[in-house]
């Protein structure tokens, strides 16, 4: 088993806010895919990163999903498309291998 995390901004590079049923959509979307959703929404966590000199940083969602299979193809492709959607140079989707206690 795989746990998959999509990490999304709650705002586009401006800092206009994304409609909450922009989030909704990816939310019933991996719902109907892997049969379930963690949807971390209302409390949005805070990325930051560096390039060079100047720090950034993003209030950001969460969407947690697992799998059994790991389907590279499909997330990448997956990616592509919540990069367009969002207006993102590159959106982080992760994975790590879980087990159920």
């Not at 999304?8 to 959509?25: H, T």
């Not at 409390?43 to 999903?65: L, M, S, Y």
């Amino acid at each position: 088993m795989h746990l998959f995390q999509i990490l999304l901004p709650r705002a586009d590079n401006v800092g206009q806010p994304f409609a909450r049923e922009d989030f909704d959509r990816v939310k019933e979307e991996l719902a109907v895919d892997f049969e379930g959703v963690t949807a971390f929404l209302q409390a949005p966590a805070e990325g930051v990163w560096r390039e060079g000199v100047q720090t950034d940083n993003d209030d950001i969602v969460i969407f947690e999903v697992m799998a059994e299979e790991i389907d590279l193809q499909d997330w990448r492709r997956r990616r592509a498309e919540l990069e367009r959607r969002f207006r993102q140079d590159k959106v982080i989707i992760r994975y790590m291998p879980m087990a159920l206690v």
